[in-house]
């Protein structure tokens, strides 16, 4: 470390991108979950003062909204991401083909793109596609794409593994001007290189190509194209059997994620004759897992391909009592909600992405008097999931046609679902 003093030295680059991906990843884990709940603690705080700035008595013992407990620590420490996305840039040494994660900010113009092999959140099986990537796009006399309008093509790779053992690769190209014939030429090349070549050793179950033109595309912007495989993967968790498309949303973390969805299942208390309206449901696994306990399950999602992989797995697993609804949940769920006349106790779930519910998701909750419970799941509370919390627990606004009932927070619970990193994932419930 004292030799090598140089902002570029190797020892100091990844040991940024170690401190940028995991920060943690230098404290003993008892103590990664220690600063967690610190800063779980310091949200909550945060949600009081903007509730009392409300009007609304919210401090409890040590100016918390609601009790916090422990941090849930994850069962599995190090490899347990499930997906991981790798971007392709220069890196520390100049080559321009490098498959890696990102170091620096635009600002300073300092960046570069660092291989993973040393992260340890990152499974083996990861690194070892991302390698073999790197060493195709080597090879490739296309460029890679580092800015859209500068040309080049090759771009990022996902890659996401199961517990079952399978392995889906998904890489993103930008086709520029190329013709159809050209672009048939590197999908072939592609194909070859990891069914025949040296990347048949990541024995791939799914290798997909998506052309796009934009930073994020979804597959009705552009089709995933299957090169090779089978179109899914599949894993396993709490006893049941779940498919998984290329952008599909599964917690990143499975061991943990069954974790959690057995807490929520204790938290929601829901008897035999409840509804559960599941909301950003995904694949469908939380819904899925707490079926047996529920009369119904409603699940809502805006990924088309996720709600056919959740109606695929309550098939094939056997569950009758769910229904899915594809589209954007505040689209869906205040017509869904505006014509409730269902007797039973509703209890609603939602876990929404980073940024937080739409607001007319969170104005046909509140208006739905048949929803008395609610857990939300946060990865961020401390972002846009705050807003969502100060809208589910303001008084009644006519000027919002906000009319119902206030929720009040009364429990949080934080589940470490990302070891080494400063996040987790918090899950509040809220009744009325």
């Known amino acids: 470390r004292n030799k090598d003093s140089s902002s570029s030295g190797p020892?100091?680059?990844?040991?940024?991108?170690?401190?940028?991906?995991?920060?943690?990843?230098?404290?003993?884990?008892?103590?990664?979950?220690?600063?967690?709940?610190?800063?779980?603690?310091?949200?909550?705080?945060?949600?009081?003062?903007?509730?009392?700035?409300?009007?609304?008595?919210?401090?409890?013992?040590?100016?918390?909204?609601?009790?916090?407990?422990?941090?849930?620590?994850?069962?599995?420490?190090?490899?347990?991401?499930?997906?991981?996305?790798?971007?392709?840039?220069?890196?520390?040494?100049?080559?321009?083909?490098?498959?890696?994660?990102?170091?620096?900010t635009g600002r300073e113009r300092n960046i570069v793109c660092?291989?993973?092999?040393?992260?340890?959140?990152?499974?083996?099986?990861?690194?070892?596609?991302?390698?073999?990537?790197?060493e195709f796009i080597s090879h490739s006399p296309l460029d890679s794409c580092i800015l859209f309008h500068e040309g080049g093509h090759w771009r990022e790779l996902v890659v996401r593994t199961t517990r079952c053992g399978h392995t889906m690769a998904i890489i993103t190209f930008h086709p520029q001007q190329l013709g159809q014939e050209a672009l048939a030429t590197q999908k072939a090349l592609l194909k070859e290189f990891f069914t025949c070549g040296p990347g048949a050793v990541c024995a791939l179950t799914s290798l997909y190509f998506q052309e796009s033109t934009m930073t994020r595309c979804s597959h009705e912007?552009?089709?995933?194209?299957?090169?090779?495989g089978a179109p899914h993967i599949f894993e396993e968790l709490l006893g049941l059997r779940f498919r998984i498309s290329p952008d599909a949303f599964f917690q990143v973390n499975t061991a943990g994620a069954e974790v959690l969805y057995q807490a929520i299942g204790e938290l929601c208390q829901a008897a035999g004759d409840t509804v559960l309206l599941d909301i950003c449901c995904g694949t469908g696994t939380i819904g899925l897992s707490l079926?047996?306990?529920?009369?119904?399950?409603?699940?809502?999602?805006?990924?088309?391909?996720?709600?056919?992989?959740?109606?695929?797995?309550?098939?094939?697993?056997?569950?009758?009592?769910?229904?899915?609804?594809?589209?954007?949940?505040?689209a869906v769920l205040p017509q869904l909600l505006a014509s409730w006349e269902d007797a039973r106790p509703l209890v609603a779930v939602v876990n929404p992405s980073r940024a937080g519910l739409h607001y007319r998701?969170?104005?046909?909750?509140?208006?739905?008097?048949?929803?008395?419970?609610?857990?939300?799941?946060?990865?961020?509370?401390?972002?846009?999931?705050?807003?969502?919390?100060?809208?589910l627990c303001c008084p009644p606004d006519p000027?919002?046609?906000?009319?119902?009932?206030?929720?009040a927070p009364v429990v949080a619970i934080p589940f470490d679902m990302f070891p080494h990193t400063v996040h987790c994932e918090l899950v509040l419930l809220f009744i009325r």
């Open 114 to 134: 660092v291989k993973a092999n040393h992260v340890e959140n990152i499974p083996s099986k990861h690194k070892q596609v991302a390698q073999c990537y790197e």
């Open 291 to 330: 079926a047996h306990q529920v009369s119904k399950v409603i699940g809502v999602d805006v990924v088309e391909k996720a709600i056919e992989d959740a109606e695929w797995n309550a098939a094939f697993n056997g569950i009758s009592n769910c229904e899915f609804h594809s589209g954007k949940a505040e």
């Open 399 to 407: 000027r919002k046609k906000l009319a119902g009932e206030p929720f």
């Open 361 to 391: 998701v969170v104005r046909a909750i509140r208006n739905c008097r048949a929803i008395r419970r609610l857990l939300y799941i946060s990865c961020k509370p401390e972002g846009e999931a705050m807003r969502n919390f100060l809208e």
């Open 221 to 228: 912007q552009s089709p995933y194209q299957l090169l090779h």
């Open 11 to 104: 020892y100091l680059v990844l040991s940024r991108l170690a401190n940028a991906v995991t920060p943690l990843w230098r404290l003993p884990y008892q103590e990664q979950l220690q600063v967690k709940y610190e800063s779980q603690r310091k949200i909550l705080q945060t949600l009081a003062s903007r509730l009392e700035e409300l009007g609304i008595d919210a401090q409890k013992p040590g100016g918390l909204c609601c009790p916090l407990q422990p941090v849930v620590p994850s069962p599995i420490i190090n490899g347990y991401r499930n997906k991981s996305t790798f971007s392709v840039n220069r890196g520390p040494d100049g080559n321009p083909k490098t498959v890696g994660l990102y170091v620096g």
